[in-house]
């Protein structure tokens, strides 16, 4: 599977300028739903399946359109984060994606590159299905990846980049608000931009995502040692 990481700050990149960051963060959290599986020591179980996970959205989805039409969209949009995940997970490794229409996990590779060489650049691409016995077999331990250096990077800037512009956002606004309706022009606003600031609150943003990042990678330690004990 990608790592926790990826697929929290994917959902979380392309919701927060729809829905705001606060809602995005709380959304991007249902991303890593299907990974809840770990806790009955099975993992990409019938979680991962995108079959299931719609069985399960659509009548809750019906319920909200019907007695709370206004979250309708929000629903939706909760239900594309979860179903993300077994997306991106299929194209990471086996994953049970249509269980149990398909009896198989299904592990789409896609690789892509360039090859050179004294004759010139030759292109390469390949897409490759591959596909083994769905059987869910229960683990003995596991070491849940939770984020690499390369999706550490993508994520924070994913995740950073959104709540920079909101705040951004709150800050003129405020500024604006502040200002007499005849001094009110962009131009006195941008003036008052204080460089030390926004790199204050960009270490702030970059130290709150290594902390809320090393925080779910000790949770899921301590889940592990757990599952370990009660073997
Ligand atoms: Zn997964």
Redesign the pocket.
């Known amino acids: ?1 990608p790592e926790l990481a990826l697929h929290f700050s994917v959902v979380f990149a392309i919701s927060a300028h729809k829905i705001g960051v606060r809602r995005a963060l709380l959304l991007s959290l249902l991303a890593l739903f ?2 809840l599986d770990v806790l009955i020591r099975v ?2 179980s019938i979680s ?1 399946s995108i079959v299931f996970l719609v069985l399960v959205c659509a009548p809750l989805l019906l319920a909200v359109y019907r007695f709370k039409p206004g979250y309708f969209r929000l629903a939706l949009l909760g239900s594309l984060a979860v179903l993300s ?2 997306v991106m ?1 299929c194209f990471q490794t086996y994953t049970p994606v249509l269980y149990p229409l398909l009896d198989q996990m299904v592990w789409v590779k896609v690789d892509g590159g360039v090859h050179v060489s004294s004759d010139g650049l030759a292109p390469q691409a390949s897409v490759t299905i591959k596909g083994e016995p769905a059987t869910f077999q229960p683990f003995e331990t596991m070491d849940a990846p939770v984020f690499s250096s390369n999706s550490f990077v993508i994520s924070l800037i994913l995740v950073a980049v959104p709540i920079i512009l909101d705040l951004k956002k709150i800050f003129y606004s405020e500024m604006e608000q502040a200002t007499e309706p005849k001094t009110s022009s962009s131009e006195p606003v941008l003036n008052s931009e204080d460089p030390s600031a926004w790199l204050g609150l960009t270490l702030f943003i970059v130290g709150l995502h290594g902390i809320t990042l090393g925080t779910i990678s000790l949770l899921l330690k301590r889940m592990e040692r757990r599952i370990i004990q009660t073997k």
Do not use: A, I, Y
């Open positions: 599977m299907p990974d993992h990409r991962h995940h077994p997970d």
